[in-house]
């Protein structure tokens, strides 16, 4: 079974002249989009494909991946939840990337999408300028909305770059 998501009909290009809130909201919807557009037309099988060894990164992986990464910045630095990791584990933390033939595209997408309807929630409450309810995992530092937009869309572009060549080793689609 091929995945049915997002294509680039779908992903809508940032507004060139917008303010600043707008700006970090689109190129963080765009990217978003672009990820599943990586995605689209592909059997769970395909999207467990792995790059080159010894790397075990593949599009499947890059979704879970993604999925921590919005619940980590979202739920747990800006709104302060005490929330378990969707695929972490203490014996592996990188689990999400680490897929094995159980792991399928719908329940990744799932609760892929799930943490991205939330994030917007969180975000839709609060002021470029306020500080998250929680710190850095690292540093401890508290952090601003403006800040996670722009952590995010970085986050996704360097996905989005492996997910091009992901996709080009699977089966030689590039571009957009």
């Known amino acids: 079974m091929t995945t049915d998501h997002t294509t680039a009909s779908e992903r ?3 507004a060139t002249t ?4 707008q700006a970090l909201e689109q190129w963080l919807e765009f990217h978003r989009a672009t990820l599943a557009m990586k995605c689209a037309g592909l ?3 395909q ?16 979704v879970r991946h993604m999925a921590e990464v919005e619940r980590g910045w979202f739920r747990k630095v800006l709104g302060g939840e005490e929330t378990p990791w969707l695929y972490a ?6 689990r999400d990337i680490h897929t094995t033939e159980a792991d399928t595209y719908a329940e990744a997408y799932a609760a892929w999408q799930g943490e991205i309807a939330h994030a917007r929630e969180l975000a839709a409450r609060h002021d470029l300028d306020d500080l998250g309810a929680g710190a850095h995992h690292r540093t401890g530092d508290l952090i601003n909305l403006r800040w996670i937009y722009l952590h995010m869309i970085e986050e ?6 492996h997910a091009d060549l992901l996709r080009e080793r699977i089966d030689g689609a590039t571009g957009a």
Do not use: I, K, Q
């Open 12 to 14: 809508v290009w940032p």
């Open 18 to 21: 917008t303010g600043e809130r």
């Open 89 to 94: 584990t203490d014996e592996d933390f990188d």
């Open 43 to 45: 059997t769970d099988e």
């Open 47 to 62: 999207l467990r494909t792995t790059s080159v060894p010894p790397s075990a990164l593949n599009l499947l992986g890059l």
């Open 156 to 161: 996704y572009a360097r996905h989005n770059g």
